[in-house]
């Protein structure tokens, strides 16, 4: 009897999902696009200078931690395909494109002692194809590929980094700055720091849990704001641009309407998103997490708080350094308050006290983690309009993966289509959402997952050496979308 409830509940959600898409249209203003990231793309792991960063040193010494022991040497080939790839992306109908740059690339050895030219030239190539077929760049700075120079000396936790990283920056600006109007400073930071110096999913498989992931955040927030006052002293006269960071986070739905059910889904959301928003916003770590990170380390004997402290200039500091929020969103969880009077796992994960679970008939992917949860996308967007006053907010990444057996990629139009209706409905909220940029352009090397996971609207033949480019049905369905701004027939369509 429940199976027949099961399904009949389950025609009404996607019979509501059906008809309730978005008719009106997306702003002629409102960015449109696709995105990628250096090192999932790019291949020419040495070529033309580029030194080695952490994830070149992990495929090839510690090969067995990658899916089928594959890397990324040549990955899509896009260093010497990118005019190919700025062909399709005009095919498409973008008008904004999200990439990153290759630290190693730029600086091989992560520090200025070493300038490469030829690096600096794929980029600049790179930048006047897409202004040349009218596509805005939208830069990504940094999307995880530390020089292992720097990591062989502590990474992110190492102080050290900040003053790095703003040089790093600087260089980028310098360079590229005349030409590029977005730039967002780190992507997923909580990535960089959890995964790689907490709980062992991301290089440099670091594991300092509950201490490590902090230290890293804490520096990594000091080299975001440093970047930004050295952009406004140094360039935002003369090149007039947008700095934000990139930050990702699943909704988290209150498994029940208890209080201490609906606070802990909040609190989930402080603890990925808050993390680094609220420092970057209002100066300081959310109070939550202060509180229950600050209890736990007491609790647990530590002589201070395992979330590191601001002093008063370094919050008068961090303050309002963003012009723009990046926000990724993949997935949701439900959320319960944990009881945990003990109180002794030292972890991010159980500082924050919140149980997690996924809703069985939320439908699954190639992805372990990804449900697909398009509902998730309205409320997000929601939350971070209300909890930091109305920044504009650029979607950076939202997508869906499958194995790669079919080009008949229904999953993933059903998937943007309802994903971008949430984001056109958050605009009828009032939000202040600017863009959204589909993750990805291709399918590419999705870092321990290899190329297991496929997450693009074109195909990509790994076994081919021409890594030729096929497009799955979802171009087509992108296509039309960014042609009339509308997820509807265009005879439905009604005007912004
Ligand atoms: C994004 O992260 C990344 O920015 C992008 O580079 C990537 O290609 C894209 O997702 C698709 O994966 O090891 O199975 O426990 C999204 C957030 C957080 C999702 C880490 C995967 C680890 C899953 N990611 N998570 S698992």
Not at 115 to 138: F, M, T, V
Not at 151 to 179: L, S, T
């Amino acid at each position: 009897m429940w199976k027949i409830e099961l399904l009949i509940y389950s025609l009404v959600i996607v019979g509501t999902s059906c008809s309730s898409v978005n008719n009106k249209k997306f702003p002629d203003s409102f960015l449109l696009g696709t995105a990628t990231a250096a090192y999932q793309i790019e291949g020419a792991w040495n070529e033309d200078g580029k030194g080695e960063n952490i994830w070149d040193r992990t495929c090839h010494s510690d090969p067995t931690r990658i899916f089928n022991n594959e890397n990324a040497d040549i990955a899509c080939d896009s260093y010497h395909k990118y005019k190919e790839d700025v062909a399709l992306l005009k095919d498409l109908g973008v008008s904004v494109y999200r990439f990153s740059i290759s630290w190693s690339r730029i600086l091989p050895t992560g520090y200025l002692n070493e300038i490469n030219q030829l690096g600096i030239n794929y980029y600049k190539n790179l930048i006047s194809e897409l202004k040349a077929n009218n596509i805005e760049p939208l830069v990504t700075i940094f999307h995880w590929d530390l020089p292992q120079p720097l990591q062989d000396i502590g990474g992110f936790p190492n102080d050290r980094i900040i003053r790095r990283y703003v040089e790093y920056a600087r260089v980028v600006f310098d360079n590229f700055g005349d030409d590029v109007k977005y730039w967002i400073t780190f992507n997923e930071p909580k990535q960089t720091c959890r995964g790689g110096y907490a709980a062992l999913g991301d290089a440099p498989f670091i594991n300092s849990s509950g201490i490590g992931e902090y230290l890293c955040t804490h520096n990594l927030l000091k080299a975001h704001a440093e970047t930004y006052h050295m952009y406004n002293k140094e360039f935002r006269d003369k090149q007039n641009g947008h700095i934000g960071i990139t930050i990702d986070t699943v909704w988290a739905e209150p498994d029940s309407k208890d209080k201490a059910d609906v606070e802990a889904a909040d609190r989930l959301i402080q603890f990925t998103y808050g993390w680094y928003a609220h420092p970057v916003t209002h100066g300081d770590y959310p109070e939550v997490m202060k509180q229950f990170v600050g209890e736990r380390s007491a609790k647990q004997g530590f002589s201070e708080s395992r979330l590191p402290k601001f002093s008063k200039a370094e919050i008068h500091g961090m303050k309002n350094t963003v012009d723009f929020l990046g926000l990724n969103y993949y997935t949701s969880v439900m959320a319960k308050h944990k009881n945990d009077e003990e109180k002794t796992a030292i972890d991010w994960d159980q500082d924050s006290e919140v149980d997690t679970y996924f809703k069985p008939e939320w439908p699954s992917t190639a992805s372990s983690w990804l449900k697909i949860v398009p509902w998730g996308m309205r409320k997000i967007l929601n939350w971070v309009n209300k909890n930091y006053e109305g920044l504009p907010i650029i979607v950076t990444e939202n997508g869906v993966s499958e194995n790669g057996t079919t080009l008949e990629d229904d999953v993933r139009i059903d998937y943007y289509r309802d994903h971008l209706s949430g984001v056109r409905d958050a605009l009828d909220d009032g939000v202040n959402v600017i863009g959204y940029t589909a993750w990805s352009m291709m399918d590419n090397f999705e870092w321990t997952r290899g190329y297991s996971e496929k997450f693009g609207l074109y195909s990509v033949d790994f076994n081919d050496p021409e890594r030729k480019r096929t497009p799955k049905k979802s171009v087509s369905f992108f296509k039309q979308f960014l042609a009339t701004r509308c997820l509807v027939e265009e005879s439905k369509c009604v005007a912004a």
